[in-house]
Every structure is written in structure tokens, then in C-alpha cells.
């Protein structure tokens, strides 16, 4: 739940002004508190989407966990507790972007030293750490499971995995896929461009015109597609999920269906009530 509202917040600061200056000036480029702010709000809720589920790969090892003080760190207080650490700790850290991201030619970005320090800040804590966090615990993750399933008789009071554990641990793992496959490019081309609008000066058109459109793939299209596969991995991959999806649309055809009717209740209850009281009127006048 708190991976959908994270991405709720993200993508809607992230699209929706966009969307907006397709056909009317762009506010983002002309303003140099809502560029800041946009900025700061995106970054933060990404950061604390991807250290959020670099934490749920971490707490679905621990569940499957053969070792009683390691399984113990799988539980509800620890994972609330975890959350709002995360979110706290980028909410503070990410203050750097409301001070000094900036506009240049009517871009609201990152530029001069703070963007090539922005650069490798990317590299690590989106890149590096996040993806080999996960890597490693998927691939510990991939072996309990394995052993688990091996072992028949339990060990030291340990129960095996009931079906729900095992499909979020299945969810757990595909998204972390998702996330690799939709964020490895995103710091390699940060660092790019930095490096390149550095150094080179003069960059031809051609040039220009690629780079403009790989930026466009890896730092706009896969990025933005990450943070709305959530539904559809859940959709694909979990059958109590679908029919929960199915449930909420057929509660909402039977409301929907049921509005016109109880209009039509309603408006023939009110004519009974207006015809009675004509019929009262008039005998009153007689």
C-alpha cells in the first residue's frame, strides 16, 4: 500500500504538469519554486519507493529464514517502523534539490558543479546501492525458497510458508525484475549527460537529436513505467488480487446501475407526495 501511494504522489507531480504545458506555457520553466518543488516531491517519493521495496526484499528473506532471530525481523512493528524511517530520512535528505536545482534556457534541472555532483548522487543511491541491495537478497531470497521447499519436516518449531507468503514473495521478486530492467539506464545516463554538457561544448544536431530521445527512453519513459507496473505486476501474478479487482468493478456497475432506479423511485415518490397533498388541499377548500 505504501508503494502505491508513493507512486500516486510521484507520477501525478511528474505527468500532470507536463500534460499541462503541451498546449499552455510551461510553468515548471518559468518558475523557480514550482520547478523546485516538482523536483523535490518526484525525487523524494522515488527514493522512498525504491528503498522501500529494496526493504521488503530484505523482509521477505527474513521470513524465510530458517534462523529464529532472523525470522523474528519479519514483522509488523519492524516493517512500520522501517517505512517511516525511509520516508523521514529522504524527506530530510532530499532538501538539496529545493536549493539549489535551478533553470537554465527555460529547463528546470541540475546544472554547473551541482549537477555533476547530482550525477554520481544518482549513481548511488539510485543505482548502485538499491540494485545490488536487491540483487543480493533476491538471490538469498531464490535459495530459502529452494530450501523450503526441499525440507518436509519442519525444524525448531518452524512452520512451512503458507500460500499468501508465497505469492508476496513471488511479487516481491518480480518487481524487483521490473525495477532493475526499468532503472539501470537511468543512472548511466544521468552521469552522461552531466559529463557531457561539461565537456563538450559544441554538440552537433544529429548528436543533439539522440541524445535528446535516449533521455527521453531511459530518464522519462522506462522511469515513469516503473512506478506504474505495480497494478498490472499484482494483476498478472496474484489470482486473489484479480478477483478482488473483479469484485470492486461489479460493485461499481450494480451502484452505477442502481443510481437511475433509485432516481426513479425518488422521482415517482415525490409525485405521490405532491398529488396527495393537492388532494388534501382541495378538501380543505371544500
Known amino acids: 500500500m505504501s508503494e502505491v501511494r508513493l507512486n500516486f504522489i510521484g507520477v501525478n507531480w511528474a505527468i500532470v504538469l507536463l500534460v499541462y504545458a503541451l498546449d499552455h506555457p510551461d510553468p515548471i520553466g518559468s518558475s523557480l519554486i514550482l520547478c523546485r518543488i516538482r523536483g523535490y516531491i518526484i525525487h523524494t517519493c522515488s527514493m522512498c519507493f525504491r528503498y522501500t521495496l529494496m526493504f521488503l526484499c530484505a523482509d521477505r528473506y527474513a521470513l524465510c529464514n530458517f534462523h529464529v532471530n532472523i525470522r523474528a525481523l519479519s514483522r509488523p512493528q519492524i516493517a512500520y517502523r522501517s517505512i517511516g524511517f525511509i520516508t523521514i530520512f529522504w524527506i530530510i535528505i532530499s532538501v538539496h534539490l529545493l536549493i539549489w536545482e535551478s533553470i537554465e534556457n527555460g529547463r528546470c534541472g541540475v546544472y554547473g558543479i551541482y ?161 396527495l397533498q393537492q388532494v388534501r388541499i382541495t378538501n380543505t377548500t371544500i
Open 115 to 275: 549537477g555533476q555532483i547530482f550525477g554520481f548522487y544518482v549513481l548511488i543511491f539510485t543505482g548502485i546501492i538499491p540494485i545490488s541491495v536487491m540483487i543480493i537478497f533476491g538471490i538469498l531470497l531464490t535459495k530459502a525458497l529452494r530450501q523450503v521447499r526441499s525440507r518436509i519436516q519442519p525444524l525448531n518449531g518452524y512452520n512451512r510458508l503458507n500460500a499468501r507468503d508465497m505469492k508476496l514473495i513471488k511479487l516481491v521478486l518480480t518487481e524487483v525484475i521490473i525495477y532493475i530492467l526499468c532503472t539501470l539506464t537511468y543512472p548511466l545516463m544521468t552521469i552522461y549527460m552531466t559529463v557531457t554538457n561539461s565537456t563538450t561544448l559544441n554538440k552537433t544536431i544529429q548528436r543533439k537529436q539522440i541524445e535528446s530521445f535516449i533521455n527521453f527512453i531511459t530518464m522519462s519513459l522506462l522511469l515513469y513505467l516503473n512506478y506504474n507496473t505495480t497494478f498490472y505486476v499484482h494483476f498478472l501474478t496474484s489470482k486473489a488480487y484479480r478477483n478482488e479487482v473483479k469484485q470492486f468493478l461489479f460493485k461499481l456497475i450494480r451502484k452505477s446501475n442502481e443510481l437511475p432506479q433509485n432516481q426513479q423511485i425518488g422521482m415517482t415518490m415525490t409525485k405521490k407526495v405532491l398529488t
